[in-house]
């Protein structure tokens, strides 16, 4: 990849085009192409394979990908990117795909043709989770997901019960895949620097996955049960039948949702579930 190694470095080309990062727009850059190339290996082997990246900035990850042998889809909104990705998509012997478009209305199949796409990002701060919930719950099927977050983002989609950080989105990623915190990143590694660490997920699809109808049972009981989480379960849960519920998928309602493990979630949907559609 002579080409791309002959590129200025990041920082230069973003001085050239009089480029900063937009912090409303949740925007911190990885201009180290050491940690860029990490975070490109922990996603796999990747030449030939698809791979789509959310919010790409002036293109420090897309690089590796690109170094990899990936072929490589871009959704950015940021339309001062253009010109740098640009540069690179004529370097990339036609592996290099540019969609300027908002990512949370994007329709992934329609970008990348329904072939297993491997999803790899330094995902905006201010819409990762929105993304991953998108990702996790809809119809899009990703083949595996290498995902920068926060890290206090990231601890919640490992956390465990009895963790603080337990909650509502290790429930969801955690019934629909295999997820790990495989790096950190300091915030000194970012330009700007952002207030908080930051951490890579990879998440690898469950095969067993549960039906969809499942899935969004699962949301609304672990959103009631978490949006009150001190309560006992017969009061936080009452909006989607409380103690009734407990009793039907066999859970003492005098617990609370930080100590129930997945398969008991797993199971008050079930029941939730069973009792919408018999009514």
């Not at 949370?104 to 929105?130: C, F, H």
Request: hydrophobic residues 45%; proline residues 7%; contains cysteine.
């Amino acid at each position: 990849m002579s080409a791309l190694s002959d590129l200025p470095p990041l920082r230069e080309s973003l001085e050239a085009h009089g480029l900063m990062a937009d912090k409303g727009l949740g925007q911190h850059f990885l201009l180290d192409l050491n940690i860029t190339r990490k975070i490109a290996r922990l996603a796999g082997p990747l030449e030939g394979r698809q791979v789509l990246e959310i919010g790409p900035g002036p293109g420090g990850l897309t690089r590796a990908l690109l170094e990899a042998g990936a072929h490589v889809t871009v959704i950015e909104k940021d339309q001062r990117f253009l010109p740098l990705l640009k540069d690179l998509s004529a370097i990339s012997e036609d592996r290099l795909k540019i969609e300027m478009a908002d990512a949370l209305k994007v329709n992934e199949t329609d970008l990348t043709g329904g072939a297993p796409v491997t999803i790899v990002s330094n995902l905006p701060y201010n819409i990762g989770t929105a993304l991953l919930i998108k990702w996790l719950t809809g119809s899009y099927r990703p083949a595996s997901m290498t995902l920068m977050f926060q890290k206090e983002v990231a601890q919640r989609i490992v956390a465990r019960p009895g963790d603080d950080a337990y909650g509502r989105l290790a429930l969801i990623a955690q019934a629909t895949a295999q997820a790990k915190i495989v790096m950190e990143a300091p915030a000194r590694a970012f330009t700007p620097p952002p207030k908080v660490d930051s951490a890579v997920v990879r998440l690898d699809p469950l095969p067993d996955r549960p039906p969809e109808p499942l899935i969004s049972a699962l949301e609304r009981v672990s959103q009631a049960a978490f949006g009150q989480r001190r309560k006992m379960l017969r009061s936080s849960l009452k909006v989607v039948g409380g103690a009734d519920l407990c009793e039907s998928a066999g859970i003492d309602p005098s617990r609370r949702a930080e100590t129930l493990a997945l398969e008991e979630f797993m199971a008050l949907a079930s029941a939730l579930l069973k009792a919408e559609t018999t009514a």
